[in-house]
């Protein structure tokens, strides 16, 4: 499923594995994608764990980017992403 094979799913590489599942399997998959990008312990992404992830695959972005990127999909106004407006990201 690693097409690049780095041992890191790319968005693409995702987004293959959740059009292929059925929807129980869907939601397993977004909570473990989501659990990658939340802090441990965090119910929530935030820029600075948005930043580190992406760095992590190899895309450079200031933590502001990473704010704009958030706020996007940040349906509560509070700055970080939830389970909720991740899985309404994902779907865009």
Do not use: H, W
Request: aromatic share 6%.
């Amino acid at each position: 499923m690693d097409s690049d094979g780095d041992g890191l799913l790319c968005l693409e590489d995702f987004v293959k594995i959740v059009e292929g599942a059925g929807e129980e399997e869907k939601q397993s998959d977004l909570k473990a994608a989501f659990e990658l990008y939340a802090p441990e312990g965090s119910a929530c992404i935030t820029p600075k764990s948005l930043k580190k992830m992406l760095t992590r695959l190899g895309q450079r972005r200031t933590v502001g980017d990473c704010k704009s990127m958030i706020a996007r999909f940040d349906l509560n106004g509070d700055g970080v992403l939830n389970f909720d407006e991740f899985k309404i990201m994902m779907s865009c």
